[in-house]
């Protein structure tokens, strides 16, 4: 059959659907159950670009369907079965046939902050379907953030960035060098003040890391304080938490009373039960989150889908006390072992980089702790820490609070940065049948579209703008490794960001029509 005969005919029956003589009741049939040829909601504007023929999952969970989506002017204006969308008469027809079509991934904690603007074309995060991320995590963030969002504009990313405040950030710029310590009142209010600001100017939220400096010498009642002012213009608390190990439910409580006191959504971010002193207690740790949410707090978590972490060489030791060697080797143990430690980075002596710990300490003749302390005393480092159990992994993955995240970005020393949202359709879906597709999908867009607030992103359907993703569910693919952690994935087809083509079979396209999503 002629596409352009169908279309013709799905044209004179929305114009004689339009006509007021013979207005029927409206259609009251769930997406789901439409009837073949329908088209899902209605279509005001005729499609000047259609993705024809791909399996359509929209973001809802709900289950997909072949069909055609039409796009105008950077949105979505028409969605059904094959040929039921009008478009006009010179429309640009893509087929899509044996693709699945979603709407564009949303990573809701991404490191890309400076990067973004130094390399715009972002091809680590167009590889793996990325159209809008969300930077400014753990407590770190540019500033001013009006001042950074005006920089993302001018560097016209190929996506979409959106930032939220760094509690660590704001301390620093009221408390200085001596910020090793709890704040005063006036300091808190100075503060909450510059929260307002960061606010007003278009973030999203406020992240905490509060097992870094300056986070951790903070009190709960200073985050409440700042969350309040975060919460007041709509934004969200999301936090790297005080603990994730020995005390991550004491860290976890935390989060519920500051959402609680400052009546605002809170998010965990990237969750994880970190070494053994917290292996196995993950649906211990779902319960908490469940129980709060069931008393009506707006609590959600986020996840990667690794059972590795990476950060600071320093968090080995909770007090700081590199020399200590009972603290270093307490700190090993829990996380099984100085194998388990990976140096990633490590400024005076690359050599080593990559090397377990152990392997780093029999090439220098010394105990792994030994050499823990001389790193340390040497500047310290940064560390991929192999200490997750796959049991506490999975048991996130599939909790319907949990969204996906990287907590990688351009340049990460960690496989999540290149590979995190291929990997969940890869790994978590294809081959191991933890998640559903569709499931999987909502947990990469509309999920995170909710709690960033974006009503028109991370959703296919009618007046969405037209950030999507088409894949090959066969064969997309996570090539990023502990080794080689930047090697981009394979498999994501195609990447339009506001109805531009960016990404095509492998290659950006080299169009750049993202910008800063500026907050409520
Ligand atoms: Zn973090």
Not at 108 to 111: M, P, R, T
Not at 242 to 246: N, Q, S, V
Not at 270 to 274: L, R, S, V
């Given at each position: 059959m002629q596409p352009s005969a169908l279309q013709i005919v799905a044209l004179v029956l929305m114009l004689a659907l339009a006509a007021?003589?013979?207005?029927?009741?409206p259609s009251t049939s769930a997406p789901d159950t439409a009837a073949a040829g329908e088209s899902r909601g209605s279509q005001q504007q005729l499609a000047q670009r259609l993705l024809a023929n791909a399996t359509i999952v929209?973001?809802?969970?709900q289950p997909g369907f072949v069909g055609d989506v039409g796009i105008a002017d950077g949105r979505i204006v028409g969605i059904g079965p094959s040929g039921s969308v009008a478009t006009e008469p010179e429309a640009a027809v893509e087929d899509l046939q044996g693709l699945v079509l979603t709407p564009g991934f949303i990573d809701?904690?991404?490191?890309s902050d400076r990067a973004i603007v130094r390399q715009p074309q972002a091809e680590a995060l167009l590889s793996q379907g990325l159209t809008t991320i969300a930077v400014g995590a753990d407590g770190g963030s540019p500033w001013p953030i009006g001042a950074y969002l005006e920089e993302v504009d001018a560097a016209r990313p190929a996506l979409n960035v959106a930032v939220t405040v760094g509690h660590g950030t704001v301390r620093r710029r009221v408390?200085?060098?001596?910020?090793s310590r709890e704040a005063t009142t006036a300091e808190v209010l100075a503060m909450t003040e510059l929260v307002r600001q960061g606010m007003a100017e278009g973030a999203f939220g406020l992240s905490s890391g509060l097992e870094y400096d300056p986070g951790r010498f903070s009190s709960t009642e200073e985050l409440i304080a700042l969350a309040r002012a975060a919460g007041e213009s709509g934004g969200y608390y999301i936090s790297h938490m005080?603990?994730?190990?020995?005390y991550v439910m004491e860290a976890i409580d935390e989060v519920i009373r500051i959402g609680r006191e400052a009546r605002l959504p809170v998010q965990i971010s990237?969750?994880?039960?970190?070494d053994a002193t917290a292996w196995g207690r993950s649906a211990e740790a779902l319960e908490r989150i469940h129980a709060a949410r069931d008393e009506g707090l707006d609590i959600t978590a986020d996840w990667y889908p690794y059972a590795a972490y990476a950060t600071t060489?320093?968090?080995?030791v909770p007090s700081r006390r590199f020399d200590d060697a009972d603290q270093v080797a307490a700190g090993l143990e829990v996380r099984g072992?100085?194998?388990r430690v990976q140096v990633t980075r490590y400024a005076a002596d690359?050599?080593?980089?990559?090397?377990?710990l152990d392997e780093i300490a029999a090439r220098y003749g010394k105990t792994p702790v030994e050499t823990y302390t001389q790193i340390m005393k040497n500047g310290g480092g940064r560390m991929i820490c192999h200490s997750m159990q796959l049991e506490d992994v999975n048991a996130f993955a599939v909790d319907p609070l949990v969204m996906v995240c990287s907590d990688g970005g351009i340049g990460?020393?960690?496989p999540r940065g290149a590979g995190t949202f291929p990997r969940v359709l890869a790994?978590?879906?294809?081959?191991?049948?933890?998640?559903d597709l569709e499931t999987a999908v909502h947990k990469m867009t509309r999920m995170p579209a909710d709690r960033l607030g974006l009503?028109?992103?991370g959703r296919i359907e009618?007046?969405?703008?037209?950030?999507l993703v088409a894949f090959d569910p066969q064969t997309v693919q996570d090539n990023s490794?502990?080794?080689?952690?930047?090697?981009p994935a394979t498999g994501i087809e195609r990447v339009w960001v506001a109805g531009e083509l960016v990404w095509n079979a492998g290659q950006p396209t080299g169009a750049r029509p993202g910008r800063a999503l500026r907050g409520r």
């Open positions: 007021p003589a013979c207005n029927p009741s929209d973001g809802t969970g809701i904690h991404n490191h408390m200085g060098d001596d910020s005080r603990d994730e190990e020995l990237h969750i994880k039960m970190g060489l320093a968090l080995l072992g100085a194998h690359p050599s080593v980089e990559g090397l377990r990460s020393s960690h790994h978590y879906v294809r081959e191991e049948g933890i998640l009503e028109h992103r009618i007046g969405a703008v037209a950030d490794t502990f080794e080689e952690p930047e090697l």
